[in-house]
């Protein structure tokens, strides 16, 4: 193996970037198990979600309990995830956003991640932006009354009512939410969408996947980091980003993939080859 030169040591150590693993890699685990498998791959950080039969928050699991074990574990929580339906916002939905408000801040969640309507079901562009900056107006209290940040992540279906980050993004200015809001540049949903914006400062979070058949635009299609992501991270990262990589990948329960442990390793390798790419000659 050829030896790491101290330039490029020096530049692995200067990015230092942080890594974090979202439960959609491990849905077969209980969040206590969840904190130990990222522990154990030396990841500091992860994130939790609040679906059906995922974790600990659809499970009933308490805030101070779950607290309480990612402190055991010695892993912080990034995220909860997610709020559905963010940007159609009705009295259920403000009461739905103040509960899981609570339980992100309870458990020691540094953000509240918020997912657009994603069933073709929106109305024309106008009143669809609209709705999203009404939307935003009514978090921006909630989160910041329990010290939240709120993770917008566009998704790059055509059926989606937010594919884009630089719609999001006007929509943030447009509320004067910059100190609650955040970007989720997703390497996958970037990819869908065939988007080309970036914003470095406006990301709170990127999730890092790699997508195998980017015509057909189905989830299980979205797997570990691919050679696909480089040109997005280094991009991000020459922008200055500076916040967390979380890997989430669609991992069937039913069929988990034979070594997850070694297919993280793998991913991790090759984004910090990435990084090394960009250390000048």
Not at 16 to 39: E, H, K, M, N, Q
Not at 105 to 131: F, H, I, Q, Y
Not at 144 to 172: D, H, M, V, Y
Not at 214 to 219: K, L, S, T
Request: hydrophobic letters at 45%; proline letters at 6%; glycine letters at 8%.
């Amino acid at each position: 193996m050829t030896p790491v030169s101290w330039k490029e040591s020096q530049a692995m150590r200067q990015a230092s970037p942080r890594f974090a693993l979202d439960y959609l890699a491990t849905p077969g685990l209980d969040v206590r198990a969840l904190f130990a498998f990222a522990r154990d791959q030396g990841l500091t950080d992860v994130q939790i979600r609040s679906q059906p039969g995922s974790n600990a928050i659809a499970r009933g699991m308490p805030a101070a309990d779950v607290r309480s074990a990612a402190a055991d574990t010695g892993v912080g929580i990034i995220s909860v995830n997610a709020l559905q339906r963010f940007n159609e916002w009705t009295p259920a939905r403000r009461a739905e956003a103040s509960k899981l408000a609570d339980y992100a801040a309870a458990c020691g969640a540094k953000t509240l991640m918020l997912v657009p309507v994603n069933d073709g079901s929106w109305p024309a562009n106008v009143e669809r932006r609209g709705d999203l900056r009404v939307a935003l107006k009514a978090l921006k209290p909630i989160l910041q009354s329990r010290g939240l940040i709120g993770l917008i992540e566009p998704l790059g279906f055509r059926t989606c009512s937010l594919r884009s980050k630089n719609e999001a993004a006007k929509a943030i200015a447009a509320i004067d939410g910059q100190s609650v809001f955040r970007l989720v540049h997703d390497t996958f949903h970037h990819t869908l969408a065939g988007e080309t914006f970036f914003s470095s400062e406006l990301t709170g979070l990127v999730h890092i996947s790699s997508v195998n058949d980017p015509i057909h635009w189905i989830y299980p299609d979205r797997v570990l980091v691919g050679s696909d992501n480089g040109s997005q991270i280094r991009a991000l990262l020459d922008g200055g980003y500076g916040g967390p990589f979380s890997f989430a990948p669609f991992v069937d329960a039913a069929h988990p993939p034979d070594d997850l442990a070694g297919a993280l390793a793998a991913s991790i390798a090759l984004f910090r080859h990435g990084l090394l790419t960009r250390v000048p000659a």
